[in-house]
Structures are given as structure tokens and as C-alpha cells.
């Protein structure tokens, strides 16, 4: 069976954002089962910024909490923390040597993150790409359910795996396709219609979590930026109204409706009396999630066993890909 690959970082709380434009997908994946599905804490790609160390070791299990409480369930799918499976970052040396410095240095992401004192930005930083290529390709995967942000580095993965193939002779890496996918694949910040709603994000009220409680939902879509107009009756009168669509582009996400759908029902509508049909909506759908979570985060060990658990099936098919890679390159002992 083919397969699919994504992970999360483990750089905060999860958001709104994570969970449209990634988690929800995931279970969908898992639950059409066409796929065997691989999802991880990508908690090396945490530390390319600095985290403090016990609040990374918390940050991991809510996020495997999360997981399991969005619906992934840990016997249908693969699910473990990427440092428990060391063939990532071996891979991903690998890949260091395979990937190119411009190619790198192209990358949103890193000029983002980087921001303008690039020299003070980590090496790892840097390679985060070609460690994201080793993360899914240790597995073959074929399929990477991603939100919009990450488009740019899976182009980037499958640019390794075609000059790995091409460098050495072979045809061993799959080229792997992007799945983006749904009415929210970019979920923008509540205060700034222009960037991308993050969990790392400074400012709290930028960004719906996970685990806040109805009344900070409330309150943060209350104060969500808008626009003075009322809602349009069709998508084209979004066009240019970056906030107005990203509070449509979410109730269809949380709803499962087309942007279409929604204003069908919704337009004419001033946001005063959107926005709280907008907070009821994400209350419903996140509360039990977030109750769900707080309930797994009781008892850590099940979730330590959990992920102690994945981590073996992720090994027993990283490993061989590994081995066989080491052969490809040359190295003795492999
Ligand atoms: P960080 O700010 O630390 O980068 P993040 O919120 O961007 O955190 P990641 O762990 O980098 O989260 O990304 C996990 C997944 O969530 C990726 O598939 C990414 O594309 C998706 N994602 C992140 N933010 C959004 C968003 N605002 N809208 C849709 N999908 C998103
Ligand atoms: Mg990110």
C-alpha cells in the first residue's frame, strides 16, 4: 500500500491553523484507507529554534495528546516523535550533502524565521528542508498531507529525491506529491490578514489554540480584524478582503461546507452578527477535542507508551531504507 507521511513540530500549542490545514486531514487520511499512515512530533525540527527543554518534553506529549484526541488512532496509524526513530537526522546528513546551499536559501520559511540577521540563525535552521525530505522519504512516502506554508519544501523534497536518484544511478527515492487540500490551507493570523496564523506567533491573540476555552475563543474572534463592509453572497467578493475571507475560509474549514456554501447562507450578513455564529461553531468543534486532550494529558506513561510504540513500527521501516541508502552512497558496514 502506498503511503503517507506528515509531521507537526512541537514548538507550542497547537492552532486553529494546525488543525485545519493539517490534523483534520490526517484522520481523513487514516480513515479512507487507502494509505498506511505515518504522523509525527517532529520535535528535532523543533529545536532549530531554541526551546526550553521541559517545555518541549510537555509541548510533545500535548501534542500526542492532540493527536489522538483530533481522531488519529494510534492502531490504524503510525505515531511517534522523531527523535525516537534516529534514521531521521541520518538520513537527513545524507540529504545535507545531496541538497544544494541556493536551494536552501530560496526558502520562505527560512527568510522568514531567519529575519534580517541571518548570520545569528542556527545551521539547522538553515537545513530544515533537507531534514524534512529525509522525514518522508525514510519512509518512500508517496503522499504528504501539508498546509499551504509547506508547499515550497516538498517541491524542495522532491528536487532531493530526483538528484539523489540521478547522482547516484538509481531509481530509489519516490518523487513525492503534495496533498493541499480543504477550505483552509492557509489559515491567516486574527490580527493581520497578511501572515499566516502560527503557533509560534508572539502575540496570543494572532492565533485560536487548541486548548482555549469558549470564552477566549469568543473574545478572540470578537476582536478579529475586519473590514467596515457586510459578508458577499459569492467567493468573488472576498477577492482583495484578505480578513473578511480568512473568517469564511475558517467557518467552511470547522463546518465542512464550501466558501460557496457559507455565503449562501451567511451573506448580507454584517460581521457583528457572524462572528458569533463563528465562535459558536469553532466551540463545538474544539471544545471536545480540547477536553479530549486535557483528559490523555492525565496519565503521560500511556502517552510515553504510546509513542514508544510507534516509534518501533516506524524503525522496522526506516531502517532497511537506510541501510540500503548507505549501501547507494558507499558507506562500509552498512
Ligand atoms: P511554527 O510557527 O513553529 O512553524 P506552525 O503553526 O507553523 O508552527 P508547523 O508545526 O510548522 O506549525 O506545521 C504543522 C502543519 O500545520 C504543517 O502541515 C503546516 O503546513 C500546517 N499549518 C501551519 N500553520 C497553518 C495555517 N495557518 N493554516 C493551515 N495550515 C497550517
Ligand atoms: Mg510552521
Redesign the pocket.
Known amino acids: 500500500t502506498p503511503r503517507v507521511f ?4 512541537p ?2 500549542g497547537l ?1 486553529l ?2 488543525y ?4 483534520k486531514r490526517f484522520v481523513d487520511m487514516q480513515e479512507a484507507g487507502t494509505h498506511e499512515t505515518v504522523y509525527c512530533m ?1 520535535d528535532l ?2 529545536i532549530t ?1 531554541w526551546q526550553d527543554p521541559e517545555k518541549l518534553r510537555r509541548a510533545t506529549r500535548e501534542l500526542c495528546a492532540g493527536f489522538i484526541a483530533a481522531g488519529i488512532d494510534p492502531k490504524k496509524s503510525i505515531l511517534f516523535n522523531q527523535s525516537a526513530a534516529p534514521e531521521h537526522a541520518q538520513l537527513g546528513w545524507i540529504f545535507n550533502c545531496v541538497a544544494r546551499m541556493g536551494w536552501m536559501q530560496r526558502m520562505t ?1 527560512w527568510k522568514d ?1 531567519a529575519g534580517k540577521n541571518q548570520q545569528n540563525a542556527s545551521l539547522g535552521l538553515f537545513a530544515y528542508p533537507a531534514l524534512m525530505a529525509a522525514d518522508i522519504l525514510a519512509y518512500h512516502a508517496t503522499h504528504v ?6 508547499k515550497q519544501h516538498l517541491e524542495l523534497t522532491r528536487d532531493v529525491a530526483i538528484k539523489f536518484n540521478h547522482d547516484y544511478g538509481v531509481d530509489f527515492f519516490p518523487v513525492t506529491e503534495p496533498v493541499i487540500e480543504g477550505a ?5 493570523s486574527l490580527r493581520d490578514g497578511s501572515k ?6 508572539p502575540s496570543d491573540a494572532s492565533r485560536i489554540n487548541m486548548t482555549d476555552d469558549a470564552d477566549t475563543i469568543a473574545k478572540k474572534i470578537r476582536k478579529a480584524k475586519t473590514d467596515p463592509e457586510g459578508l458577499p453572497s459569492e467567493a468573488k467578493g472576498l477577492e482583495d478582503r484578505p480578513e473578511a475571507r480568512n473568517l469564511v475560509n475558517i467557518y467552511a474549514g470547522l463546518s465542512g461546507q464550501t466558501v460557496d456554501q457559507v455565503l449562501a447562507e451567511v451573506g448580507g450578513k454584517q460581521f457583528s452578527e457572524f462572528k458569533p455564529l463563528l465562535s459558536d461553531l469553532a466551540v463545538d468543534k474544539l471544545a471536545p477535542i480540547s477536553t479530549e486532550m486535557a483528559r490523555l494529558m492525565e496519565d503521560q506513561s500511556e502517552i510515553d507508551r504510546i509513542l514508544a510504540h510507534g516509534a518501533g513500527q516506524a524503525r522496522e521501516i526506516a531502517a532497511p531504507i537506510l541501510k540500503k541508502t548507505y549501501e547507494i552512497v558507499g558507506m562500509v558496514g552498512a
Open positions: 506528515s509531521g507537526i513540530q514548538s507550542g492552532t491553523g494546525n485545519l490545514g493539517a490534523m517532529v525540527h523543533a529554534v520559511q524565521k498531507p501539508v498546509g499551504e506554508d509547506q483552509a490551507t492557509r489559515v491567516m499566516k496564523m502560527s503557533k509560534s506567533d
